[in-house]
């Protein structure tokens, strides 16, 4: 019997604090120097691996953190019995990362008795019996862009959905959606509660949120990529209006404009996978800070910083990410994790190997430089929007 549920206890409540959120702080008078170079190639720390120690093979590894908790989020999880034996796939899960001070350990909230993890983003009951009156399809859920919190315990992710169908010999994949998903923690145990709100957006649409979502100021800030390309593309909306996407504005390049996808600016082009958070990594002047990885399959670390969510965002590729253990493939779900990085020229990362490898762990240690005299300038001369931090 191996049943995981109610693991949590009161003790592994761990609450960040704002060094855990801002790597730079703790060298003030430093910054990283621009454009970015690394002290060293990326120092690789092993794979995050489930405590259970069953070795799972799984991919994605975003994290967030709710209600004071942390958690990573995976794709395809490889699920295995106490045993060691393949079980199945569930296309999405969660683990707690009880102590922040050990980035790479963390634990499943629920496995049940014949070794499947549950799912962190649930199938409906339509889903469930779609899947069961056709064992050749299979629908994946996957949450790439993170969690935004918009009030103590409650938060929110995006995610996209997929139909996965085998045929003789080969398999399609016919993407069909993003979507929102409600997400509560009980603070006294780290559970969480998800719902999925709503009806699906067009797969025509933008999947705001799908890559990367920050909460600044009075607004949520959703990174998506257009449908059809790899140009990325951003809406704002209010916390309390997350999930009317009516309510969503679009940067158009100038200003905030309401429902009008087809003019919206792009960002930046062909890195499809990043995390953008806040940081004074690189000072005060480019507070938000982005870590991705292009679409050719190159294995380069990418890094962009802007005075604002909407930019301009300034790139560039600082190094490589490297197997572990698998040899050949590619690199992807190349993500910063800024909660369990250390401060000053030090950030952690992970990517994911493909199969059957996992979310590798690493660090960069940035080449750092005393900082440039801050100009007096008037608020006509501050980047447009950039909002102050409630």
């Given at each position: 019997?191996?049943?995981?549920?109610?693991?949590f206890?009161?003790?592994?409540?761990?609450?960040?604090?704002s060094?855990?959120?801002?790597?730079?702080?703790?060298?003030?008078?430093?910054?990283?120097?621009?454009?970015?170079?690394?002290?060293?190639?990326?120092?690789?720390?092993?794979?995050v691996?489930?405590?259970?120690?069953?070795?799972?093979?799984?991919?994605?590894?975003?994290?967030?953190?709710?209600?004071?908790?942390?958690?990573?989020?995976?794709?395809?999880?490889?699920?295995?019995?106490?045993?060691?034996?393949?079980?199945?796939?569930?296309?999405n899960?969660?683990?707690?990362?009880?102590?922040?001070?050990?980035?790479?350990?963390?634990t499943?909230?629920?496995?049940?008795?014949?070794?499947?993890?549950?799912?962190?983003?649930?199938?409906?009951?339509?889903?469930?019996?779609?899947?069961?009156?056709?064992?050749?399809?299979?629908?994946?859920?996957?949450?790439?862009?993170?969690?935004?919190?918009?009030?103590?315990?409650?938060?929110?992710?995006?995610?996209?959905?997929?139909?996965?169908?085998?045929?003789?010999?080969?398999?399609?994949?016919?993407?069909?959606?993003?979507?929102?998903?409600?997400?509560?923690?009980?603070?006294?145990?780290?559970?969480?509660?998800?719902?999925?709100?709503?009806?699906?957006?067009?797969?025509?649409?933008?999947?705001?949120?799908?890559?990367?979502?920050?909460?600044?100021?009075?607004?949520?800030?959703?990174?998506?990529?257009?449908?059809?390309?790899?140009?990325?593309v951003?809406?704002?909306?209010?916390?309390?209006?997350?999930?009317?996407?009516?309510?969503?504005?679009?940067?158009?390049?100038?200003?905030?404009?309401?429902?009008?996808?087809?003019?919206?600016?792009?960002?930046?082009?062909?890195?499809?996978?990043?995390?953008?958070?806040?940081?004074?990594?690189?000072?005060?002047?480019?507070?938000?800070?982005?870590?991705?990885?292009?679409?050719?399959?190159?294995?380069?670390?990418?890094?962009?910083?802007?005075?604002?969510?909407?930019?301009?965002?300034?790139?560039?590729?600082?190094?490589?990410?490297?197997?572990?253990?698998?040899?050949?493939?590619?690199?992807?779900?190349?993500?910063?994790?800024?909660?369990?990085?250390?401060?000053?020229?030090?950030?952690?990362?992970?990517?994911s190997?493909?199969?059957p490898?996992?979310?590798?762990?690493?660090?960069?240690?940035?080449?750092?430089?005393?900082p440039?005299?801050?100009?007096?300038?008037?608020?006509?001369?501050?980047?447009?929007?950039?909002e102050?931090?409630?």
């Open positions: 019997m191996d049943h995981l549920k109610n693991l206890n009161k003790h592994l409540r761990i609450k960040s604090s060094s855990d959120n801002n790597p730079g702080q703790d060298q003030e008078h430093y910054q990283a120097c621009w454009p970015a170079e690394l002290e060293s190639p990326p120092t690789i720390l092993g794979y691996l489930d405590v259970n120690d069953r070795g799972y093979s799984r991919d994605i590894g975003r994290s967030f953190q709710l209600g004071g908790f942390t958690y990573y989020v995976f794709g395809d999880t490889f699920c295995k019995d106490q045993d060691g034996y393949f079980r199945g796939i569930t296309s899960t969660v683990a707690l990362v009880s102590d922040t001070g050990k980035p790479t350990k963390c499943y909230q629920s496995i049940d008795d014949k070794g499947m993890v549950a799912a962190f983003l649930p199938l409906t009951e339509s889903e469930k019996l779609y899947r069961e009156e056709d064992a050749k399809t299979r629908i994946m859920l996957w949450s790439f862009g993170g969690l935004v919190e918009v009030k103590e315990g409650v938060g929110y992710v995006w995610y996209q959905k997929s139909i996965e169908r085998k045929g003789s010999g080969q398999s399609t994949t016919e993407y069909v959606g993003s979507g929102i998903a409600r997400v509560e923690v009980d603070c006294e145990t780290g559970e969480l509660t998800t719902t999925r709100c709503g009806e699906l957006i067009s797969p025509e649409e933008p999947g705001f949120g799908c890559l990367s979502a920050i909460k600044h100021g009075h607004h949520v800030y959703l990174y998506g990529q257009r449908s059809g390309s790899c140009k990325i951003l809406a704002r909306v209010a916390p309390h209006e997350v999930e009317n996407t009516a309510a969503y504005e679009h940067w158009d390049g100038e200003g905030w404009q309401l429902n009008n996808c087809d003019n919206a600016a792009t960002l930046w082009e062909d890195i499809p996978q990043a995390s953008v958070f806040r940081s004074s990594l690189f000072g005060e002047q480019y507070p938000f800070v982005m870590v991705g990885v292009t679409k050719w399959c190159d294995n380069k670390v990418q890094v962009g910083i802007a005075p604002a969510p909407q930019g301009p965002w300034q790139i560039k590729d600082v190094g490589v990410a490297e197997p572990l253990k698998v040899s050949g493939g590619h690199r992807y779900c190349i993500y910063a994790h800024p909660w369990a990085s250390e401060g000053g020229k030090d950030l952690f990362l992970t990517w190997e493909t199969w490898g996992g979310v590798v762990a690493a660090k960069l240690t940035f080449t750092m430089q005393s440039p005299p801050t100009p007096d300038s008037s608020a006509e001369d501050k980047p447009a929007e950039v102050k931090e409630l």
